[in-house]
């Protein structure tokens, strides 16, 4: 047998096997296809159920923070009554204007540690109130600390100078506590306003289905 004759012989031995091959391929898909498998409808469930557990418990201590410092902003403003009734007992206007804000103040705190808001347009009010609020507390502080003298003299005070000084600092200390409290208010006010959405759309996307794609593991 030629050389030639043995190299056409290899070659139609060659391509009957790369034809067997193929054929062979084709008939079975599978074999380089991705294998997708369907994660248990139990534990889709139970993480689920965890992290709802875990969402609440956030929830409750961020519900338990907001109780807890608006209690704050009502026994401060509390405090700032009491010491400006103690400078002059019948105040002067600017007394009255000064008792006024610190009457606000505990109002709205009282109102929020009632009742939490539950709408878009109570949470952008009590937001806006707590901004101005805060202002004003926190101008009243300045001028408590820098211009004593001078209010005072707004005051009216009967009290002696060095006493009324003491208790004028000590007003705009307190006042300054109400402006950083405030800023602590409307940060878990939006803390818990933004959960409250999150769980609206985690509950929207949990009745639109029960597939989940997460359940699809490659």
Not at 57 to 68: C, E, F, I, K, P
Not at 184 to 196: E, N, S, T, Y
């Amino acid at each position: 047998m030629s050389i030639f004759s043995c190299l056409h012989l290899w070659m139609k031995v060659s391509l009957a096997n790369f034809s067997l091959l193929t054929t062979l391929l084709s008939k079975s898909p599978l074999a380089f296809s991705p294998q997708i498998t369907m994660v248990p409808t139990s534990f889709s469930s139970s993480a689920s159920s965890s992290s709802s557990a875990a969402a609440a418990a956030r929830r409750q201590h961020t519900h338990q923070s907001y109780l807890l410092t608006n209690y704050l902003l009502l026994g401060a403003a509390s405090g700032c009554i009491f010491l400006t009734l103690s400078l002059r007992l019948l105040p002067s206007p600017c007394g009255l204007l000064l008792i006024s804000l610190h009457s606000l103040t505990a109002i709205a705190a009282a109102t929020a540690a009632a009742a939490p808001a539950s709408s878009d347009r109570s949470h952008a009010a009590h937001t806006a109130a707590a901004a101005l609020t805060a202002i004003f507390q926190g101008a009243t502080a300045l001028l408590a600390f820098t211009r004593t003298p001078d209010f005072l003299a707004e005051l009216r005070s009967y009290v002696r100078e060095d006493d009324a000084a003491v208790i004028l600092k000590m007003v705009g200390g307190l006042c300054a506590a109400i402006f950083c409290l405030e800023w602590v208010v409307m940060a878990l006010a939006f803390a818990l306003r933004f959960g409250d959405g999150d769980g609206e759309d985690c509950g929207k996307v949990k009745h639109a289905g029960n597939f989940c794609p997460w359940q699809l593991r490659a």
